[in-house]
T-cell receptor, first 114, second 109 residues
């Protein structure tokens, strides 16, 4: 199993550009989420999904959109990139939203917005 | 959310035990205590979790205080590969974990 796969690993954008960060998991997990991590800080939740067709906002959703049309994929869209969105982005998944489950993380996408 | 506090950093010598403390004084009765770690340039990885009883797995042990207001992650013999940032999470919203800045563990050879 590949686990949680994120693409691309690195991306440089200009202010105002849009792009989609891809996340896929092959573990048939119900729950998926996106976090961002700024230098020297912990992770902050952007959006999450408890199943196909269901998404909700986390702590820092502004400037980001998500959709969950399949169980496997959970793309994160930046609508109009801003320098404040320069960060490392992690996708995560778990078998269910149950708080006793383990979260599995991807290896991250490092995004720079100039 | 169950707010957690951890030391910013700790040091250990290789092959010695390490005790990483965490305070979660506002944890509710149904919140699990999770520990994750993040190696340099990688995503976080699961270490261990528990609710009330102490837990052991091949990576570590988790000791939970009787009042659940604190816990300790125990690495029995630290290796250089254990150098990482360790996050303690007292979760209150399903899998919507709240990550603080964690404890940066340095392992000295």
């Amino acid at each position: 199993n590949a686990g949680v796969t994120q693409t691309p690993k690195f991306q440089v954008l200009k202010t105002g550009q849009s792009m989609t960060l891809q996340c896929a998991q092959d573990m048939n997990h119900e729950y998926m989420s996106w976090y961002r991590q700024d230098p020297g800080m912990g992770l902050r939740l952007i959006h999450y999904s408890v199943g196909a067709g269901i998404t909700d906002q986390g702590e820092v959703p502004n400037g980001y959109n998500v959709s969950r049309s399949t169980t496997e994929d959970f793309p994160l869209r930046l609508l109009s990139a801003a320098p404040s969105q320069t960060s490392v982005y992690f996708c995560a998944s778990s078998y269910s939203p149950n708080p006793s489950e383990k979260l599995f993380f991807g290896s991250g996408t490092q995004l720079s917005v100039l | 959310d169950a707010k957690t506090t951890q030391p910013n950093s700790m040091e250990s010598n290789e092959e010695e035990p390490v005790h990483l403390p965490c305070n979660h004084s506002t944890i509710s009765g149904t919140d699990y205590i999770h520990w994750y770690r993040q190696l340099p340039s990688q995503g976080p990885e699961y270490v261990i979790h528990g609710l009330t009883s102490n837990v052991n797995n091949r990576m570590a042990s988790l000791a939970i205080a009787e009042d659940r207001k604190s816990s300790t992650l125990i690495l029995h013999r630290a290796t250089l590969r254990d150098a990482a940032v360790y996050y303690c999470i007292g979760d209150n919203y399903g899998q919507n974990f709240v990550f603080g800045p964690g404890t940066r563990l340095s392992v000295l050879p």
